[in-house]
C-alpha cells in the first residue's frame, strides 16, 4: 500500500486547501494546533504475467466486442488457473465453493479449472445439487417476477433484456435445473472486476465474461453442478 507523508499545514492554508480542492482525508489527531492531512490510498494493484493478461484480453470477434479486463484490481487467487481437484467430486462437474469464492470444473487426472466468482448476498443464495440444463451466448434476461416486485424499475425487462454487454447474463449463461425443475439461478457473466471475491448478486454464480466464455466452451449440458 502506497504512503504519503502527512504535511502540516497552519489553519489558514487548510481552509485555502479544502476550498481549492474539496474533501480531504484527515489523519490522526493534532497536538500543536494544525491538522496533518493525508491523500487517500492508492488501490493496490498486482503485477499481472503475460499469460494471464492474454487470457483476459479484448475479444473483438465475440458478437459484442469485449473489453480486456483489468484483472490487476483482483486478487490473483481469482485469476483463472489449473489446480488440483481439492473437490472431492468426480471429473465433469461443476463445483461452488461458496465459502472461498470459487468455481471449479473437475478434469481428468485428479485436475481441475478453478475460476473466481462472485455470490449471492445474504438472504438470497442458494446451495445443492443440481445440474446444467443447457447453456445460452449472449443470453436474454428476463427477470422473475418476483424480482420485479422488488425492484419496480425492472418492469421494463418483463418480457426479457436484450443481449449485450449491459445484459444482466452477461456473454454467457449455464441454467442450474434440479430434476425438471428451474431453479432460477444461473452462473453467468459479468464486467464488474471489483465484484469478484464478494457477495453482490441476487444468487446466481457470476464470473468475468472471459472466464464464463472458457467455462461455457468446457462444461456440456446437463453436466452436474454442486453448490457447497
Known amino acids: 500500500m502506497s504512503h504519503i507523508a502527512a504535511a502540516t499545514l497552519s489553519r489558514r492554508a487548510l481552509l485555502a486547501g479544502l476550498a481549492s480542492m474539496g474533501a480531504l ?6 497536538t500543536t494546533g ?4 493525508t491523500n487517500p490510498a492508492e488501490p493496490v494493484r498486482n503485477a499481472v504475467p503475460p499469460d ?16 480486456a ?9 481469482f485469476w ?40 449471492g448476498r445474504a438472504g438470497f443464495e442458494w446451495s445443492g445439487k443440481g445440474h446444467i440444463a443447457y447453456k445460452r451466448k449472449w443470453p436474454v434476461w428476463t427477470p422473475p417476477a418476483e424480482m420485479i416486485e ?3 424499475e425492472l418492469e421494463i425487462y418483463r418480457r426479457g433484456q436484450p443481449p449485450g454487454l449491459l ?23 459479468t464486467m464488474d472486476v471489483a465484484s469478484i471475491g464478494k457477495a453482490v448478486s441476487s444468487g ?3 464470473l468475468l465474461f472471459h472466464d464464463i466464455i472458457d467455462l461455457h466452451d468446457r462444461v456440456p449440458n446437463g453436466a452436474p453442478i454442486v453448490v457447497l
Open 80 to 119: 483463472r488457473q489449473e489446480v488440483d481437484n481439492v473437490t472431492g467430486q468426480p471429473e465433469g462437474t461443476v463445483v461452488v465453493d461458496t465459502a472461498n469464492y470459487f468455481l471449479y470444473w473437475t478434469m481428468p487426472n485428479g485436475r481441475a479449472m478453478r475460476y473466481g466468482v462472485g455470490l
Open 167 to 189: 445484459n444482466a447474463l452477461g456473454a454467457r449463461a449455464l441454467y442450474i435445473h434440479q430434476g425438471n425443475r428451474d431453479t432460477l439461478y444461473r452462473v453467468h457473466g
Open 150 to 152: 422488488r425492484q419496480p
Open 25 to 30: 482525508a484527515l489523519a490522526g489527531c493534532t
Open 69 to 77: 479486463a483489468d484483472i490487476s484490481m483482483m486478487p490473483p487467487m
Open 204 to 206: 446466481c454464480v457470476r
Open 52 to 67: 494471464v493478461l492474454a487470457q483476459y484480453a479484448a475479444l473483438p470477434n465475440e458478437d459484442y466486442f469485449v473489453p
Open 34 to 37: 494544525t491538522t496533518p492531512i
